[in-house]
């Protein structure tokens, strides 16, 4: 039986699909459904997540650990007892950390080079 990996850093860089997923669930909890469109919203539409990357991103995720499948339920009159909620693993709030802090690190370079204001944003709503 292989160990597990206990460095955030062994798992970076995340693909652009993991990292925007981790991001979702770093809030809380969702379903997938709701994990596209948090990802739709906070790319300011820029990153449209189709079902079949969304679902084989959170089947690799389940797999690797960084997020595992919630046991609890919203009450049943208030949601369809076919979905599947999600949450990030500790593992996975310290990859998706690590992540974001690599990021900022890129971040502070590019304005170092005069390519970003200290305000910019891309057109993704933070």
């Not at 062994?10 to 709701?34: C, I, K, N, S």
């Not at 890129?106 to 204001?117: E, I, N, Q």
């Amino acid at each position: 039986m292989a160990a597990i990996n206990t460095d955030p850093d062994a798992f970076l860089p995340l693909t652009p699909a993991v990292f925007h997923v981790l991001l979702a669930l770093a809030d809380g909890e969702r379903h997938g459904y709701a994990i596209m469109q948090e990802v739709a919203t906070s790319t300011g539409g820029q990153i449209k997540m189709g079902p079949g990357t969304l679902y084989g991103t959170i089947k690799r995720l389940l797999e690797i650990r960084l997020i595992e499948e919630s046991d609890e339920r919203p009450d049943p009159r208030l949601d369809d007892e076919r979905r599947r909620y999600y949450r990030l693993s500790g593992m996975g709030q310290r990859v998706v950390r690590a992540e974001a802090e690599r990021y900022a690190a890129m971040v502070a370079v590019a304005r170092g080079k005069r390519l970003l204001g200290k305000g910019i944003t891309i057109g993704v709503a933070l």
